[in-house]
């Protein structure tokens, strides 16, 4: 495509924190930066100077100065940020004490609650007295709870006594989620009794149980009520109410004193192929690296009412938290997004007047099969920007957003992940958005895209690096004393360069597309195919709701193999099939064909909600599935055992 799909209001962009940041970098050290590529290559060559500045301009309440910016800086991974300073995560979350609204939080059932940002510090005041002599720093407390204001009080809480907090959704079964706090030893657990989704109320309050005796760690269990349901009666040995807690006097916060690389989180990787990685994040690194993509590249106002569809499993969740920190509303929605129907999301866009909406790319793409057209049926005029993640966002998706959702709207699809709890390459409210293209690299980002021989490359298909050091990077993996399987993960491919795994391409705007995993590439003839390419054109055919493509080895190559579900009353024939592939031929080449188009009834997903095309790939090679409880439908690996179409 020649046009770009939107082109920012000069005005408007000239107002903009990004272009606030980049006079500030002007006035100090005379740069002029005409284009954004100067400003970014200007923080990469300078990066002291940028991620100093950059703290001044965001804000951040430190308790105790830094004496330098960075050391050992030519260490990736090992290099120490802002040496000296103490901060305290929850202490910078909470620094407004007004009556602007902090959170709004919403359920599936219309249950509807606010918290002011005097409330909120109330609030978690009461939670940190209580945790306060159950709990040292550095002790895990564990959340398994919807996305509630409660799960985000019983964060801060943790952090302003500095603790560490970690969390999943309560959707996760009793292995996965003792695969994950069975490996961190939380001394509290929080979880709620009940939650709805889709209309439908699931009790875990076994499973809670079930997973609390089995963490001999843990000292204190907090029931969230998660629903209007009745409360359980108290079966655990030391156990409590969180609206007990809420009962007492609110009480002014001693935030606990930490330093810039003190732990704050405790991640997980998705653990589809063995136990999950506990991915250990740091407290200046996460808060500098949230405020920098929100104030920057979101472009995230006070008066902001900031939304995005996430749940406590996701790292969604920890990244829309921060918001808080330039004292934006909070929207929170804990439910099903297609309940009481397709329209639930976009109704509160407008209901809420939310101005940044973020949600899945999957999501994108279901509601443009739904046939909902929001630019008719709602009123949109508080939307300006739309973020999309979780998986590559398709050329097609980025028109209907622009043809069919709102034509004035900055639509940022943003990717990094749960391993820098952030972002590499994102969106820039002073650019251009061209289809099918994340806009650019993160500031302060050394993003690039190299061949499988370290060389870097445009235009073509490679590896995403990160070739400097960066304050989010993980201090390491929990329990990996020696740091192996954090530098196996991540710096094994390239002496002292982080290798993410994606399959990307840099384009000539300066922008990245995501081409899938490059665990998933496919290898037909020896050519390297992303399967997002296929993804883009299997997704026009409205009859197909969802897909999966892998390689499957036969005789000395491997050939594409893609899996669809059909639209409900739909059959695949042998025309679709022709149609597909025709298409996919036409407008991708014939090595992207699929060799074979199989209909299955469901296709396996983590805990998280993204596709695994690694256990499908596992499975129609006869290798086991090593850690099943990292899927949140297992069942559906059925579908594609033993199947006869693959044997010839």
């Not at 001044?56 to 802002?82: E, H, M, N, T």
């Not at 994108?364 to 099969?369: A, G, L, P, V, W």
């Amino acid at each position: 495509m020649d046009t770009p799909l939107w082109i920012p209001d000069p005005e408007k962009c000239n107002e903009s924190q990004m272009a606030l940041f980049s006079a500030m970098v002007t006035a100090k050290y005379g740069e002029d930066f005409q284009e954004y590529s100067a400003l970014h290559k200007w923080s990469l060559k300078n990066p002291s100077q940028f991620w100093g500045l950059l703290a001044k301009f965001v804000g951040i309440d430190l308790d105790s100065p830094y004496q330098r910016i960075v050391d050992d800086y030519d260490a990736f991974p090992g290099s120490v940020w802002f040496p000296g300073a103490k901060l305290n995560f929850a202490k910078n979350l909470l620094k407004r004490r007004d009556d602007h609204l902090a959170i709004v939080s919403i359920l599936e059932t219309g249950q509807r609650t606010t918290l002011t940002y005097n409330e909120l510090y109330d609030q978690t005041s009461k939670m940190a007295a209580w945790l306060k002599n159950k709990i040292k720093e550095n002790d895990r407390v564990a959340g398994w709870v919807p996305n509630t204001s409660e799960a985000i009080v019983s964060m801060l809480g943790t952090t302003a006594n500095g603790g560490i907090w970690s969390s999943c959704s309560p959707d996760f079964g009793i292995d996965g989620a003792l695969d994950r706090f069975g490996q961190i030893d939380p001394t509290v657990l929080v979880a709620c009794h009940s939650y709805s989704y889709g209309g439908k109320v699931f009790n875990i309050t076994e499973k809670v149980l079930a997973v609390a005796s089995k963490m001999s760690s843990l000292k204190w269990l907090v029931w969230v009520d998660g629903t209007e349901e009745k409360i359980p009666e108290r079966h655990f040995t030391q156990s409590t109410f969180h609206n007990d807690i809420m009962a007492v006097d609110p009480s002014s916060i001693a935030f606990a004193k930490r330093k810039f690389s003190d732990p704050l989180y405790i991640m997980y990787s998705s653990g589809t192929t063995g136990a999950p990685k506990c991915i250990t994040h740091t407290t200046g690194g996460t808060l500098i690296q949230h405020l920098k993509e929100h104030r920057l590249h979101v472009d995230l106002q006070r008066d902001d009412r900031f939304f995005f569809y996430t749940t406590c499993g996701w790292m969604m969740w920890n990244w829309l938290v921060s918001g808080l920190a330039s004292g934006a509303t909070l929207v929170l929605y804990d439910g099903s997004p297609f309940y009481p129907d397709a329209e639930a999301l976009i109704n509160l866009v407008e209901k809420e007047k939310i101005n940044i909406f973020g949600v899945s790319a999957k999501y994108i793409s279901s509601i443009e099969k739904s046939g909902i057209e929001p630019n008719r049926s709602h009123d949109l005029r508080s939307l300006r920007t739309i973020l999309s993640t979780g998986s590559p966002l398709t050329h097609g998706s980025f028109r209907y957003v622009y043809n069919k959702v709102k034509t004035d709207v900055h639509l940022a699809s943003i990717s990094g992940g749960t391993d820098i709890l952030g972002c590499f390459v994102l969106g820039n409210p002073c650019l251009p958005v061209w289809e099918g293209e994340i806009q650019c690299a993160a500031l302060g980002v050394d993003a690039d895209v190299w061949d499988e021989n370290g060389n870097p490359i445009i235009e073509t298909k490679g590896e995403l690096v990160c070739k400097q050091p960066i304050p989010s990077c993980p201090s390491g993996f929990w329990n990996d004393a020696e740091n192996e399987k954090f530098f196996n993960a991540y710096f094994s491919k390239f002496a002292g360069i982080w290798a993410h795994g994606d399959y990307v391409e840099k384009t000539k705007n300066g922008g990245f597309i995501i081409h899938g995993r490059s665990d998933s590439v496919l290898n037909p003839g020896g050519v390297r195919i992303g399967t997002a390419e296929i993804y883009r054109l299997v997704e026009s055919f409205e009859e197909i709701t969802e897909s999966v493509c892998v390689g499957q080895n036969w005789g000395d190559d491997s050939r594409v193999i893609l899996f669809v579900i059909m639209q409900k009353g739909v059959e695949l024939n042998a025309s679709l099939i022709q149609t597909i592939q025709n298409t996919i031929r036409s407008k991708a080449s014939p090595r992207h064909v699929p060799s074979k188009i199989i209909s299955v009834k469901d296709i396996p997903r983590t805990l998280s909600g993204k596709i695994v095309e690694l256990a499908v790939r596992n499975i129609i090679h006869g290798t086991a599935i090593e850690n099943t409880s990292a899927l949140s439908n297992p069942e559906a690996l059925k579908n594609f055992q033993n199947l006869p179409e693959l044997s010839f």
